[in-house]
Every structure is written in structure tokens, then in C-alpha cells.
């Protein structure tokens, strides 16, 4: 059976222990591949590689690091095909949604960073004729990145980008549900010359691996996107060592429908923040709430396109809903279908798994699904599910709308439908959200703030931020006279 490797010191290289996790394939629930049961000994070497590369990529001028960069980007296009098979193949997402959003989303993080380096400035301060000051932006060093399993690749180098061309070299671990093409990079990066022990890969599980480089002593700063525990977890340790973190979290958003949208728009798209990678992106909306005058038409619209979604072989052109990510996590997604219907609320579509014929037939499938009759305050409408679900609730007014839409201990992203200008605005003003998205969903310029607030996070990634994240600022005051 394929055996995946960690990489590190520029080379691909077996697991201190010897000993391999199995990798299932949602599609069949089969195993297909070994990960590297990496440890705290592996963590060790990859940092030792990365201290002793961080000197010269530090001072190596950005011009030729954005080179680096830009093959990298370049090569990951190249591979397209085969990056986006892997992709699907580890996480039961359709390979047509990895090839036109995951992978080619993962080359443009290696351009935009490789590009934005080249334009990064820090300030100066000028006290008249007194004296001087000019901020230096430096390298932290050696960055912890840690990464989910739900858009793999994509979120895994939209930390290692930024962290590369700032100067920092880098100790990174991919879910080990998902790691796949993380292994292809580490091929790739090997491909582009990318000098040893500036980028090292050690796969593994969480509390090995993850914990290791969270709790290691030399390493400064820590770049993690997954589950709000997770993250509370990581605080507990990097906060008190004073680590710099940047945490990206879970999420339960709002996606609010007034009567007066473009209801056509409205309704395709809705279709696609609901369901598109089963659910399972963190950007998902998945509280709809819909004004009054307007829900019975889209309760009926909107289940009869959800009965219409074909679930089926992620490697068909034709599917629109793969497989869920894992068993454990299919499991999870049911309960909370039976834990809605004990809270009150019906189920208007889907609710149950699926069990497709032959080949597949041991996959992990859940019809998507949509409930409605649930008070805003339950558990269902107030904890991630992160799964092909969604409850739909009407409102009356804007405050009411407001008021559930702002309910959950979570603020990542939210979406707002409507064509009055005014009111678009003063959502957007009042809604305790990281990304506000009016008339549209996961439209992004990676050049804006990304991240949440509340028990979404803390910190931002994207454009200069990230690069901001990845230096430390340094001021040097000089006296004139
Ligand atoms: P997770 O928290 O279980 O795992 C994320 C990563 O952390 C994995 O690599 C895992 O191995 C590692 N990890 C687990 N325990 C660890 C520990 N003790 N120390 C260090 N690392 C550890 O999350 P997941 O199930 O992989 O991903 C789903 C979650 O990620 C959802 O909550 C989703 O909302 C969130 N997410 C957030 C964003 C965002 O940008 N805010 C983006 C994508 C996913």
C-alpha cells in the first residue's frame, strides 16, 4: 500500500517510529494509503531543519524568495489534475469542486504572497527635526502552521505562503484525515529547488504532532485553523509562552433572506453556501432565516432544488454532493439530524445517510438535508454541525432577523440578501461577523482581512495582515541632533 512520507530537510523521509496510520477514501470507506504516525522526534528534526535553514532564507532577498514562490504556484497548476484527484480522494469532496475551487485556490496563495512580498513596506515616523523613526519588519522564525481537513490544501498553504515569503521557515502539519496533497506539495516543493528545511511537513495525528509543535519551546508563533476546542486547547498552552497565534475557528452563519432580493440569484446561490462541499466549509451558511412574506415560496423552491441534488460518486462530472469526510464525522452529522427533530423541528429533506450501490456502497453519505420549526436558541441552531444541514426560520422584522442572526457564541462569516442600499449597510454595520457578504457568497480578494470574531478566532489571515502575522515589528529611533 502507498506509503506517504513526512518531508523534511528538503528530503522525503520515514517516521522516527516506523509506524503508519491507515488513510480511508470517503467515497467507499476503504483504506488506500499510510500516514506517517509521526512524534514528537519528528517534530525535533523538522525543527532543527527549519532553525538551521532560517538564517539565510531570512536574508535571502525577496526578488529570488518570490521566485521560489511563483514555481511552487506554477507547478501546482501543472499538476491540476492529479492534485485534485488526491484531494478527492482523501476528503470525498467532487474532484470538479477541487479542481475549479480547492486547487486552483492553492496555486493563487503561492502567486498572491509570492507577488505581495514584492510589494510589502513597513513605515517611518518623522519627529520634525528631533528625530527619526523607522519600523523595521523582521522574520519571527521558525512558524508552527496547523491545518483542517475540510479544504485541505487550500487552507494549508494559505499559512505556508505568507509565512515563506515574510522570511520565516516553517514546521507545518496537515489533518491527518486529509493529507494527501500535502504529501504531493512536498514532491512539488522538492521539484522547484526549494532550498532544505525552509518548508518541512510532518503528518500525523493532533495530539502528537499538533501538540509537539504547539508546545515546543522554540518555536514562536503558531498558525492554526480547525475546531473552537482545538483552538481553546492551543491557547491554554501557546498563550502562557507568550507565543504570537493566530487562531481560525469554527463557525455557524447566518445567511438572511429579505423579500426584497434578487430572489432568483439569491436562490441559486443559497443553494451552493448551504451545500457545496457537503456543508463542510466553515464559510457555510447555515442558518437561513427568511422574511415572512416570502419563506412559504422558498421553503418550497429551496427543498425541491435540495431533492434534486445528485449525491453521488465524487469522480462523476454530474455530482453535486460527495462524501462526508469520515464515518466518526457522518455519525456526528446524524445526531444532530436526530437531536433537531427531538428539539421540535421537522424535517423537510434528506436527514438519513446513503447507501450507494457496488463500489461505493460503504461510503459515507448523507442526503442533504433542511429542517425548519426550530427556535433560534437550540442546540442545533447554535453548534456547528458542519455538514450538508440547514435549518430554515422565518422573520418579521429586521430586528428580529438581527437579533437570531447575532445569537450564537460564533462570528466568522454572514451573508445578507437584499437590493435596499440603506439596509444592506446597516446589517453589515451590525452584524457580529468577521466577513459580510451582501448579494453574493465566498467571493473573495485575498488582499482583505480574513477571520472571525467571537469563539471564531483570533487574529487575521490574508493580504498584508498575514504578512504583518509572519514579521515582528522593530523600531529604531535615531536622534538628529
Ligand atoms: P480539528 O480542530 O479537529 O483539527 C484541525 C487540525 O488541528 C488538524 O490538523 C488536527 O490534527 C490538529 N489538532 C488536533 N488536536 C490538536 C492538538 N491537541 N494540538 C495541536 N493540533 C491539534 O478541526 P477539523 O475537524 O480538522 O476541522 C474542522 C473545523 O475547522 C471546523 O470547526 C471548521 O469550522 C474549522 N475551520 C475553520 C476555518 C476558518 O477559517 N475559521 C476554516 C476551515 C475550517
Not at 462526508?324 to 436526530?338: A, D, R, T
Not at 469563539?455 to 515582528?472: H, K, N, P, Q
Request: proline content about 5%; some cysteine; hydrophobic content about 40%.
Amino acid at each position: 500500500m502507498y506509503k506517504l512520507q513526512n518531508y523534511i530537510n528538503g528530503k522525503l523521509v520515514d517516521p522516527v517510529s516506523k509506524s503508519y496510520l491507515d488513510n480511508y477514501n470517503p467515497a467507499n470507506g476503504k483504506v488506500y494509503s499510510l500516514i506517517p504516525d509521526s512524534d514528537e522526534k519528528d517534530v525535533e528534526l523538522a525543527y532543527q531543519a527549519a532553525k538551521t535553514a532560517f538564517p539565510l532564507w531570512s536574508i535571502t532577498p525577496k526578488e529570488k524568495r518570490s521566485q521560489y514562490l511563483l514555481k511552487i504556484a506554477a507547478l501546482i497548476e501543472k499538476n491540476l489534475d492529479k492534485l485534485s484527484l488526491a484531494e478527492s480522494t482523501d476528503n470525498g469532496k467532487p474532484v470538479k469542486l477541487a479542481k475549479t475551487v480547492d486547487i486552483p485556490r492553492a496555486a493563487a496563495n503561492f502567486h498572491f504572497y509570492g507577488t505581495g512580498i514584492l510589494h510589502y513596506s513597513a513605515n517611518s515616523h518623522s519627529m520634525e527635526d528631533t528625530a527619526i523613526n523607522y519600523t523595521l519588519r523582521q522574520p519571527v522564525g521558525v512558524a508552527g502552521c496547523i491545518s483542517p481537513w475540510n479544504l485541505p490544501l487550500y487552507l494549508f498553504t494559505w499559512k505556508i505562503a505568507p509565512a515563506l515569503a515574510a522570511g520565516c521557515t516553517v514546521v507545518a502539519k496537515p489533518s491527518e484525515v486529509t493529507p494527501m496533497t500535502a504529501h504531493l506539495l512536498s514532491e512539488i516543493c522538492i521539484e522547484a529547488g526549494l532550498p532544505a528545511g525552509v518548508l518541512n511537513i510532518v503528518h500525523g495525528l493532533g495530539g502528537k504532532v499538533g501538540n509537539a509543535i504547539v508546545s515546543h519551546k522554540h518555536i514562536p508563533l503558531i498558525s492554526f485553523t480547525g475546531g473552537t476546542k482545538t483552538g481553546e486547547h492551543i491557547a491554554s498552552i501557546a498563550a502562557p509562552m507568550f507565543k504570537k497565534l493566530s487562531l481560525e475557528l469554527g463557525g455557524k452563519n447566518p445567511n438572511v433572506i429579505f423579500a426584497d432580493c434578487d430572489y432568483e440569484k439569491m436562490l441559486s446561490t443559497t443553494m451552493l453556501s448551504s451545500f457545496a462541499n457537503q456543508g463542510q466549509i466553515c464559510l457555510c451558511g447555515s442558518r437561513i432565516y427568511v422574511e415572512k412574506s416570502i419563506y412559504e415560496k422558498f421553503k418550497k423552491d429551496f427543498v425541491a432544488k435540495t431533492k434534486a441534488l445528485v449525491v453521488g460518486d465524487p469522480l462523476r462530472d454530474d455530482t453535486k454532493i460527495g462524501a462526508v469526510v469520515s464515518k466518526p464525522h457522518q455519525e456526528k452529522i446524524l445526531s444532530y439530524v436526530e437531536l433537531a427533530k427531538k428539539e421540535g423541528g421537522t424535517v423537510l429533506c434528506g436527514g438519513h445517510a446513503i447507501k450507494l450501490e457496488g463500489e461505493l456502497s460503504e461510503g459515507y453519505y448523507i442526503a442533504p438535508t433542511v429542517i425548519e420549526g426550530l427556535a433560534h436558541t437550540c442546540r442545533t441552531n447554535q453548534e456547528e454541525i458542519f455538514g450538508p444541514v440547514v435549518t430554515i426560520t422565518p422573520f418579521d422584522t429586521e430586528e428580529q432577523a438581527l437579533e437570531m442572526a447575532n445569537s450564537t457564541r460564533y462570528g466568522l462569516t454572514s451573508i445578507v440578501w437584499t437590493e435596499n442600499l440603506t439596509r444592506a449597510h446597516r446589517f453589515a454595520n451590525n452584524i457580529h461577523a468577521g466577513i459580510v457578504w451582501i448579494n453574493c457568497w465566498l467571493l473573495r480578494d485575498l488582499r482583505t482581512p480574513f477571520g472571525g470574531v467571537k469563539d471564531s478566532g483570533v487574529g487575521r489571515e490574508g493580504g498584508f495582515e498575514a504578512l504583518d502575522f509572519f514579521t515582528e515589528p522593530k523600531n529604531v529611533c535615531i536622534k538628529l541632533k
